[in-house]
């Protein structure tokens, strides 16, 4: 069974500040990994996802993730906060893409970041 | 164009009705899916549908009765509304192997 950890359900930072949002994920099978924003009322977005390739993943709004097996970690970064960084931030694990099946995604907790001018 | 549409936005409804929720995405993706988020935010799967296939079916109470008439859309209905039912769906989609989009979701208020 996939599991994902969030550690941390609200983090605040000030504008112009590094974004740490933190995730531990526990898979049996080499997993796939996700990180979503939710802005509030409306569906999730992706950001990056890892999908075995480059272990240091860019994805969009100038987010990235480090992938560490050792550490089973996917945290995710952002240099300098922005206003509009304000959301909700979800890490996902899936089991490897099956062909012919529906991927499953395991998510994890919630991060709400709240950006200080 | 939306990808993934979902109707209706919101629904207030009386506890024992029974309520549909509709899901269409134009994104020709293979594999639908639907997810409850609770009030906590947390988020899980609830039943996911593969070229009209049922193929992912977590434990859900069987007043939940979801039907894909074609691989385009994806409805979820509910019999017997509960309080407990509250919650936002939402709705997905993902091509074979590929990574989801989601719908703006639909937010249940049983009262």
């Known amino acids: 069974a996939q599991s994902v950890t969030q550690l941390g359900s609200h983090v605040s930072v000030s504008e112009g500040a590094l974004v740490l949002l933190r995730c531990n994920y526990s898979s049996s099978v080499p997993p796939y990994l996700f990180w979503y924003v939710q802005y509030p009322n409306q569906g999730l977005q992706l950001l990056l996802k890892?999908?075995?390739?480059?272990?240091l993943v860019k994805g969009i709004n100038g987010f990235e993730a480090e992938f560490k097996k050792s550490e089973t970690s996917f945290h995710l970064t952002k240099p300098s906060a922005h206003m509009s960084d304000a959301a909700e931030y979800f890490c996902?694990?899936?089991?490897?893409?099956?062909?012919?099946?529906?991927?499953?995604?395991?998510f994890g907790g919630g991060t709400r970041v709240l950006v200080k001018p | 164009d939306t990808a993934v549409s979902q109707t209706p936005k919101y629904l207030v409804t009386q506890m024992g009705n029974d309520k549909s929720i509709k899901c269409e995405q134009n994104?020709?993706?293979?594999?639908m899916y639907w997810y409850k988020q609770d009030s906590k935010k947390f988020l899980k799967i609830m039943f996911s549908?593969?070229?009209?296939?049922?193929?992912i079916n977590e434990t859900v109470p069987n007043r939940f009765s979801p039907k894909s008439p074609d691989k385009a859309h994806l409805n979820l209905h509910i019999n017997s509304l509960e309080l407990g039912d509250s919650a936002v769906y939402f709705c997905?989609?993902?091509?074979?192997?590929?990574?989801?989009?989601f719908g703006s979701g639909t937010r249940l208020t049983v009262v």
């Open positions: 994104l020709g993706h293979d594999t």
């Open positions: 996902a694990v899936s089991d490897q893409m099956i062909k012919a099946a529906g991927n499953k995604l395991t």
């Open positions: 549908y593969n070229n009209k296939e049922l193929i």
């Open positions: 997905a989609s993902s091509p074979t192997g590929g990574g989801y989009t």
């Open positions: 890892y999908t075995s390739a480059a272990t």
